[in-house]
């Protein structure tokens, strides 16, 4: 062993080695809580389920107009829509544009009622006709479990969707 030559005390190794443990476990903690999603809960008729369980049970019927110019569709099921999407596939460029239709624009609809999309609410969305499809996405209100008492928007999955 060469002389002037020292080694680290074991209380500095020690201190790095606890600092080194502390970082790796808040590394393993903010990547296991990024696979736990927050859970969002809708009462209903004092039922509460969660709104990913809620998706499963709306209910939406198409409504076309005659002329081909206007649709929309009616909530035909038990829970209320807060706002929703119109996915539009264009049936000349092949694309596909959506549209939110937001609760202050018609977009909150309860059960029992209908949504109508025209020219006159909603100019920017054009006639039925000019599209290829079009899809109904819903979009639910809940509770937040973290934060008791703030609500939450929650979008369903493409497969609860209508297509009109």
Known sequence: MKKGKKAVSPVVSTILLIMIVIVLAIIILLWANSFVREAINKTIN????????????????????????????????????????????????????????????????????????NNENHADLGNYNSYKSVKIIPILLGSSTKNPGSRREFKCSDKYAITI
């Open 46 to 117: 004092e039922k509460t389920q969660t709104l990913e369980q809620w998706c499963k049970e709306v209910e939406l019927s198409p409504q076309i107009s005659e002329d081909g110019g206007s649709f929309g569709f009616i909530n035909s099921g038990n829970v209320p829509l807060y706002q929703y999407e119109v996915k539009l596939s264009s049936s000349t460029s092949g694309g596909s544009e959506i549209v939110l239709i937001a609760s202050s624009e018609g977009g909150s609809v309860n059960p029992g009622f209908t949504s109508i999309i």
